[in-house]
């Protein structure tokens, strides 16, 4: 069954560096997304993709944060000075055109220090 | 502001049983819930979902129920298994002009015991 493959599984940074989260969305899905979930809370939206530009985001997906789609198989996550409070388990997903049904990945965890 | 939440953090049953978790919602317009399950160090994984204009849908020895008067959404799992133990998350759609974006609650803990 295709999946959404996200890389690295864990990401140790200092605070205030820049950090890239990549993920490999299911290879005909059309929608991309970004959420984040701080231990033992719930999940939360950060942004969705679509059609190469933004097309939601949350309060939370500040000027620090960026996405990209480089090339027809990579979505990722920049994040421009990290801080601390930005350790999470950061998830993407994707969708196809049905928009409805999300795929998620299993992660990247992001501490920083 | 108008928010997706759950009633139970932790439910714990015996292999067997049926398992039901609640859901409150409070956003009267949304029209589309769906009940993700999380494995530990996994991502959530879609179970089912439901659009307004019903109030039940089955799947395999899954049940959404759906109760718009109240706002009340309720995943019942029968027979549950250990296999089942995981957080489970409703979520409704908070999308504007079309789009799909889950909005998840807390989240509650299933733990089947064998």
């Known amino acids: 069954e295709p999946e959404v493959t996200q890389t690295p599984s864990h990401q140790v940074t200092q605070m205030g560096q820049e950090v890239i989260l990549r993920c490999v969305p299911i290879?005909?899905?059309?929608?991309f997304y970004w959420y984040r979930q701080i231990l033992g809370q719930k999940v939360e939206f950060l942004v969705s993709f679509y059609n190469n530009e933004i097309s939601e985001k949350s309060e939370i997906f500040d000027d620090q944060f960026s996405v990209e789609r480089p090339d027809g198989s990579n979505f990722t996550l920049k994040i421009r000075s990290t801080k601390l409070e930005d350790s999470a388990m950061y998830f993407c997903?994707?969708?196809?055109?049905?928009?409805?049904?999300?795929?998620f990945g299993s992660g990247t965890q992001l501490s920083v220090l | 502001g108008e928010s997706v939440g759950l009633h139970l953090p932790t439910l714990s049953v015996q292999e067997g049983d049926n398992s039901i978790i609640n859901c409150a919602y409070s956003n009267s317009a949304s029209d589309y819930f769906i009940w993700y399950k999380q494995e530990s160090g996994k991502g959530p994984q879609f179970i089912i979902d439901?659009?307004?204009?019903?109030d039940k849908r089955q799947g395999q020895r899954v049940t959404v129920l759906l109760n718009k008067t109240v706002k009340h959404l309720s995943l019942q799992i029968a027979a549950t298994q250990p296999g089942d133990s995981a957080v489970y998350f409703c979520a409704e759609n908070t999308g504007a002009g079309g789009s799909y974006i889950p909005t998840f609650g807390r989240g509650t803990s299933l733990i089947v015991h064998p």
């Open positions: 997903a994707s969708a196809d055109r049905g928009k409805e049904k999300l795929f």
């Open positions: 290879s005909n899905h059309l929608y």
């Open positions: 439901i659009r307004s204009n019903m």
